[in-house]
């Protein structure tokens, strides 16, 4: 919807891409607008995973009584990125094994994929999204992990970084009179506007100031003065995503054969620049070595990642690809 007193899109009028930045700005902004919202089961979990004594049970039941998003997150506990060496049959299961918090993610994601990735006319747009959502999920908390931060937290940043590309392109379908836009023609819209709308996201869904924090500014090291280093582990954990064909666009490969993968081309959507990585990983004090690690340890990841129940059916890392 747009705020009161925008004016409405004329049938079969194009607008330009600044047009549009500016609309949705004002659109995100303003006290009428609607941000799209998780099932209510899901916003409980969360609520309940924020609780210090909260009880496997009271989670069940709460969770239980959205059948389809429990079948969701069942699906997501059994694939190859949770379950481990023993299948998980139950709900109660699948708590036991992943704990509380990591349980709220699954619940989060799972969330997500049935009610946030999903806009009418950008199904594949929005398959690559969800897909890069998830990698950037695991690779933050891998990330994370390794600059001594916390995993969980790094999940939830990676999970609803580019979130608000999937607001954006809803705002885009309920203001636009007929067919909307091609996405290829909204890049320089969705580049510009989405950081602000998944903040504005993460904060409707009470998910707290560091992840408000660091997905509404996670293309600026040092929004706030003070460089942040959960907005650093994010930048890193995008640019292993991107390598391993996990990014918003295609990786590159030299033309000569090369194992390394060329930068994201100058502009590309959600792309950081290659300095603005090296001062991450600066922050971070990811070396090369330290770096190479990591690397290892995320292909490893991505290749179990392809073994989820909801990846694309035959995609494959494409370093593993290149490298095997």
Known sequence: MLPAGSPEPEAGRDLAPSEITARLGRLFSSPAYRAPMLPAVALQVLELSRKPDVSFDEVLVVLERDGMLAGRVLSISQSAMYAGRSAILSLRQALVRLGIKTLRNVVLEA???LRVFRVPGYEPAMERLRRH???????SALVARHASLD??????CGLLHDVGMAAT???VVDSTKGPPPPVEDLSLVLDTVHAQASGLLAGVWKLGAEVKDAVAHHHQLAAGGKPDRMVAALMVAEQLAYEHDG??????WPEDGGAEPLPPPP???????????????ELLGLG?????????EALELMLRAVE???AAPGTAPARAQRRA
């Not at 502009?267 to 990983?281: C, F, I």
């Not at 070595?289 to 690397?295: D, H, I, K, T």
């Open 247 to 252: 990014g918003m666009v295609p990786v590159r």
């Open 308 to 310: 989820a129940p909801a």
């Open 133 to 139: 959502s998830s990698y950037a999920a695991h690779l």
């Open 267 to 281: 502009g590309s959507l959600d792309a950081n620049p290659a300095a603005m990585v090296q001062e991450a990983r």
């Open 169 to 171: 392109l809803m705002a």
């Open 288 to 296: 090369d070595a330290r770096l190479e690690s990591l690397r290892r």
């Open 151 to 156: 995993p969980e937290t790094g999940f939830v």
């Open 111 to 113: 969330a997500l994929n």
